[in-house]
């Protein structure tokens, strides 16, 4: 053991720092060749920091998610604000957290909009195929809000509306539970809304071949019909490839269909390249049926995939293309 009056410095051949610490640490611990232990644990972190660091990532979305509902809550506290947008309470907030989320998808993916003139000036249903994530519809609404002032309610799944001090931030920005009834009611006064028919399990169990996941879902076409809106198709290139999850690992889809609640992890939060393209209208037609117009706008998603996305996804490339030259931005 070094005493009072020794240091790692004395004698003809000073000690570095580190032999240093690891002699004391073995003096202190009584192990003996301890430098063979922490080798291997060095050698452990260094292997395992990448896996660590593509489970983390995804956290800085949900931080982003908290940020959002702080910002909003500040903004409600400001009542002063009220005059300079009296038309709307709530439209600063909402600038607020879009030009957020807007710097976000600029920065980190390069993220792009290509098709904005197939957006309608009154209502329409935007239909889209749901990465891991939805931060691609985040995206889009962001830009929508700030580029044309143009508010886009979205349609979520009921897990999102019991999440901790979500309810304001989901309160402002018209997002929705989702029945037919409250779809209809949010287009017929005027609005745009997203969803997406595959909802959570195209979330979670699609993957890089980009596999639609509707099943027999028709609702959001009955919705169309109902408030005779035209259909918005709509796909973001390399989603998946941003975020991905372990949903093809069995017991997590059967725990998945049991208790209907995200138990998949997601990975990723890698920043590829994104850009999102909306396909030209579906209009109304008194005489379609819903099972006509669902499978229609698969047809249209699925043409938009198969344009604009190269199958199976590749995480590396899509990186890459973020050095390629960007195409024109809408």
Known sequence: MIGGNESCTAGPMPMSYLTCLTYMLGEWTGVE?????????????????????????????????????????????????????????W???????????????????????????????????????HGATPVDCIYFMARLCIRKKTL???????????????????????????????????????HLLAIAPGGVREALFSDEMYTIIWGDRKGFAQVAIDAKVPIIPMFTQNVREGFRTLGGIKILRSLYERIRLPVVPIYGGFPVKMRTFIGEPIPYEPNVTADELAEKTKAAVQALIDKHQKIPGNIFRALMERFQRQKKED
């Not at 922490?38 to 908290?66: D, E, T």
């Not at 309810?167 to 005027?190: M, Y």
């Open 33 to 89: 060749h301890i430098e063979d232990y922490l080798s291997y644990v060095i050698y452990l972190l260094w292997v395992l920091f990448p896996l660590a660091v593509v489970f983390l990532l995804p956290g800085v979305i949900v931080i982003m998610f908290y940020i959002s509902i702080l910002l909003v809550h500040i903004y409600k506290r400001k009542n002063e604000l009220k005059e300079a947008y009296s038309h709307d309470v």
């Open 91 to 129: 439209f600063g907030a909402k600038e607020m957290v879009a030009t957020l989320w807007d710097a976000h998808g600029r920065i980190w993916h390069g993220y792009e909009v290509h098709g904005v003139e197939n957006i309608p000036e009154g209502p329409g249903l935007i239909v889209f195929y």
């Open 152 to 190: 886009c309610h979205a349609v979520a799944d009921h897990f999102v509306f019991k999440l901790p001090g979500f309810k304001l931030l989901l309160d402002v920005h018209g997002v929705i539970h989702g029945s037919q009834e409250d779809c209809v009611n949010t287009l017929k006064q005027g």
